[in-house]
């Protein structure tokens, strides 16, 4: 982006094919020209903030609401009312919630994600990425995204709630048209159909569960919020239903994105590579570094509760505001040489797993997958690079990730 933008409103769309490709020169534009901007570009109208402090601050701030589902689900030409069922599971994921009920949902939660719980899973989660590795062992060439990224995540998320053979359902097309709704800043009637009805496909695959879970429950996360519903600690079968179905969405999305962009990050950076062949304890940073150098998510929402002033803007109670968390992560106040990638960095997490009350509840799990995959690279093929030097990325602005990634190594 070469124009100058002006503070406030911005004058000429963000999101381009140039952006979709590499949205860092933008973000550094926007930083640069002020830490808060106005943008039609985003549901109908929204603030976008920029630098590393405003995003920390407002994650915590109680004046910025995470429900926000309603506006977005229903205010679509001819969809009020037909898109009803939707909005009534959508809105009482964990993730749209405020007090009280996200800290008692949260408490029950995390439970399934206890550090004994996720140690618990580690011999399993090696052995499945082997399993996926193996399959491709033989093969001069193969699509990462394909044999690894999108397949490991589910089979570790249904591992965490005891859904077995994962592979029989159609999760991963669920995940892609929720994701797609999900990450679209001006989403079609068509696409919030097709997430709604990739939501409902998932909820009554999920009753069948529950229902089986009440009468055998077992030692899974399933289990944990079936018993949760019966102490009263979870109020009702759609608020139930409504974790259930962001966990499996969730536990896949972030983490094939990770996987994916990891990696394709670290083989165009070969000293990188290099030197966690050489020194693989320095894996965990790197992961970490990975996260914060090109996130996943790349920005979140919030709705403005009472009208306030943030650098001499008035905000009005129901704005939306998108803390770009992308931005944030590349803020040279908050990193140095921001734009460089560095897997011995050691100056801080970065906000790609959020911050405050709404800090990913999986994040440990999600790291664990990556240190695994590329640990287990790095063994196996210290000679793998990319086969194609152009990265295909999806197109979407919300969810930094890869349609494909091949790769070559020496078998």
């Not at 989660?125 to 589910?154: G, K, M």
């Amino acid at each position: 982006m070469n124009a100058v933008l002006t503070p406030a409103t911005l004058d000429r769309p963000l999101i381009d094919a140039a952006f979709l490709a590499n949205p860092y020169p933008t973000y550094r534009a926007l930083r640069e020209a002020g830490p808060i901007h106005w943008s039609e570009e985003f549901f109908g109208g929204a603030w976008l903030l920029t630098r590393h402090a405003d995003v920390a601050q407002l994650l915590k701030d109680p004046r910025f609401s995470a429900q926000r589902t309603g506006a977005w689900v229903n205010d679509r030409e001819d969809a009020r009312g037909e898109l009803a069922d939707f909005q009534r599971l959508f809105a009482r994921a964990l993730l749209f919630l405020d007090e009280p009920d996200h800290p008692r949902i949260r408490k029950v939660m995390n439970a399934g994600f206890h550090p004994a719980v996720i140690q618990q899973l580690a011999p399993h989660i090696a052995q499945t990425v082997t399993h996926l590795l193996d399959q491709v062992a033989n093969l001069d060439s193969f699509d990462f995204i394909e044999a690894v990224a999108r397949p490991l995540p589910v089979r570790v998320i249904t591992m965490l709630m005891g859904i077995e053979n994962p592979q029989q359902h159609d999760f991963m097309t669920w995940s892609d048209d929720l994701a797609t709704f999900i990450g679209t800043p001006q989403p079609t009637r068509e696409q919030a159909r097709r997430a709604q009805s990739s939501l409902l496909a998932m909820s009554r695959y999920l009753e069948t569960l529950l229902a089986r879970k009440r009468q055998t429950p077992g030692d899974d996360l399933t289990s944990r919020l079936v018993q949760a519903e019966a102490a009263g600690e979870i109020h009702g079968s759609a608020e139930l239903l409504a974790q259930c179905a962001m966990l499996l969405f969730a536990g896949h999305e972030t983490t094939r994105h990770l996987l994916g962009s990891g990696l394709q990050t670290l083989l165009a950076h070969p000293e990188q590579w290099q030197r966690l062949q050489q020194e693989p304890a320095l894996l965990p940073g790197a992961v970490r570094e990975l996260l914060r150098f090109d996130s996943p998510v790349q920005y979140t929402g919030r709705r403005v509760t009472t009208d306030l002033v943030l650098h001499g803007q008035q905000l009005r109670r129901g704005d939306l505001v998108l803390p770009l968390i992308g931005a944030a992560n590349r803020d040279p106040a908050r990193y140095a040489q921001p734009d460089t990638l560095d897997i011995t960095r050691n100056d801080g997490p970065s906000l790609s797993f959020g911050s405050g009350p709404h800090v990913c509840i999986g994040a440990a799990i999600t790291r664990m997958e990556a240190e695994m995959v590329f640990g287990q690279l790095l063994k196996r093929w210290p000679d793998l690079r990319l086969a194609d030097a152009e990265p295909r990325w999806i197109r979407n602005p919300l969810y930094r990730g890869l349609e494909a990634l091949p790769l070559t190594h020496a078998a």
